[in-house]
């Protein structure tokens, strides 16, 4: 994903907390209440185009708060509120950025306002991946039946990405959705949650899998019997391996599969 200056939207979220990267390396600063507010006075027009520095009091105040909850409330408080208005899509990507670091459940309900936005779906789901409150995992399976097409597949990464059980049963139901983009990401999502139910799922699917859907499935199952082997679950492990054998999977499956089973058999690859 690009933004408009043609930066990397990792190395532009670097640079928007490099602020506050380095006031951690040295004294704690002090937040400036008169500086924070100009700050957000600037961050209700805000573009990428513009110097960064004048969100630099935000920055710094991400770090001045780490151990003030009441003043770490505030701030996530005052950022939540520029999600509510018209502020343009760069300033409230910036917030979705800043809420990624600092949000909490409080946040959660305008996060979620923006699953459904085709402009900040995106970065909405980029906070909510990183808020460790479990307000965070249930907005994004609630949002499973409000979004359609690329927001769907975003939303169902996502909760792959937070690994959430939960999910399971949601993203099951999935694996059989007419969009093949759905299909296949419900079932890397399964393959990174790697709980022996998404397994069983995954390898009850593999073995009807449509042709577009089957190689997915197959990839999923294989990171779900890694991440069980590696949980010390070596029977689910090995059923897992062991389904994947077929000769209706493709050879590097297989391959993949036999490579497993040596390794939950403890031998050397």
């Not at 040295?26 to 507010?37: C, E, F, G, N, T």
């Not at 789901?125 to 249930?138: F, G, H, K, T, V």
């Not at 397994?199 to 899998?209: H, P, S, T």
């Amino acid at each position: 994903m690009q933004l408009k200056d043609g930066t990397q939207l990792a190395s532009a979220a670097a640079v928007l907390m490099t602020a506050a990267t380095t006031a951690a390396a040295a004294d704690k600063p002090k937040v400036d209440p008169a500086a924070l507010d100009k700050a957000f006075t600037a961050l209700a027009k805000y573009d990428w185009g513009q110097e960064r520095n004048v969100l630099d009091p935000i920055n710094n105040a991400v770090v001045a708060t780490a151990d003030n909850a009441a003043a770490r409330k505030d701030l996530e408080i005052r950022l939540a509120a520029v999600l509510k208005t018209g502020a343009p899509r760069d300033a409230k990507d910036y917030v979705c950025r800043v809420l990624r670091v600092i949000g909490t459940a409080q946040s959660v309900p305008t996060l979620a306002a923006l699953l459904p936005d085709n402009d900040l779906s995106h970065m909405s789901r980029y906070a909510l991946e990183d808020i460790p409150a479990a307000e965070a995992a249930q907005a994004l399976r609630d949002a499973l039946p409000k979004v359609d097409g690329a927001l769907k597949v975003g939303v169902i990464g996502s909760l792959g990405a937070r690994r959430d059980a939960a999910s399971t049963d949601a993203l099951v139901a999935l694996l059989g959705d007419s969009d093949n983009a759905i299909a296949c990401t419900a079932a890397q999502s399964l393959g990174a949650i790697g709980s022996p139910e998404a397994a069983k799922a995954l390898g009850e699917f593999a073995k009807k899998a449509p042709e577009a859907v089957k190689l997915a499935a197959a990839n999923g199952l294989l990171a779900c019997a890694e991440r069980l082997l590696a949980a010390g679950k070596k029977a689910e492990a090995l059923a897992a391996y062991k389904s994947l054998l077929g000769g209706n999977q493709p050879k590097q499956v297989r391959l993949a599969a036999t490579r497993g089973l040596l390794l939950v058999a403890g031998k050397k690859e």
